[in-house]
């Protein structure tokens, strides 16, 4: 088994886990990284997505990001395993979700993760891909 098939296994196993529990979409991505051994980069609402209303990533070893998206409806949540390649796009959020709130109120955000989406979108990491794992989160 590949190293990142391994870390998506980990993570698909993660999100099940914390699915029925009582807990928002961030506390959630929270309690995924924390039970998958990586580090919550952020979690940001995405405005003007026709799919995805959340999305968060995780830092794994190895150069390894998992992204989890919640879909329109709050009901379905995907997760994928990219790689390092993606880091001049989760780099923008990682620093917005650093700030303060006060600092985070007065910069959008929504473009650096509307431009994650598209780049995992083109990737064929997202929606409607095989790499796409869907489990209700």
């Not at 698909?12 to 998958?36: G, I, Q």
């Not at 051994?37 to 995405?46: E, P, S």
């Not at 003007?48 to 070893?61: C, F, K, L, P, S």
């Given at each position: ?18 699915r029925s529990l ?46 989890l998206a919640l ?66 989160l």
């Amino acid at each position: 088994m590949a190293v990142d098939e391994l870390d998506l296994m980990v993570l698909r196993l993660a999100v099940e886990s914390v699915r029925s529990l009582s807990l928002s979409f961030a506390e959630k991505a929270a309690e995924v990284a924390t039970r998958s051994r990586g580090i919550l980069l952020f979690d940001v609402r995405v405005d003007g997505d026709a799919e995805v209303q959340r999305v968060a990533a995780i830092r794994y070893q190895g150069d390894q990001i998992g992204v989890l998206a919640l879909d329109r409806q709050g009901l379905v949540t995907h997760q994928c395993i990219v790689n390092g390649t993606f880091s001049h796009f989760t780099t923008p959020l990682e620093n917005w979700h650093s700030m303060p709130l006060s600092m985070q109120a007065k910069i959008d955000a929504n473009g650096h993760a509307s431009l994650f989406l598209g780049a995992l979108r083109n990737a064929g990491h997202l929606l409607g891909s095989y790499h796409l794992a869907r489990m209700h989160l």
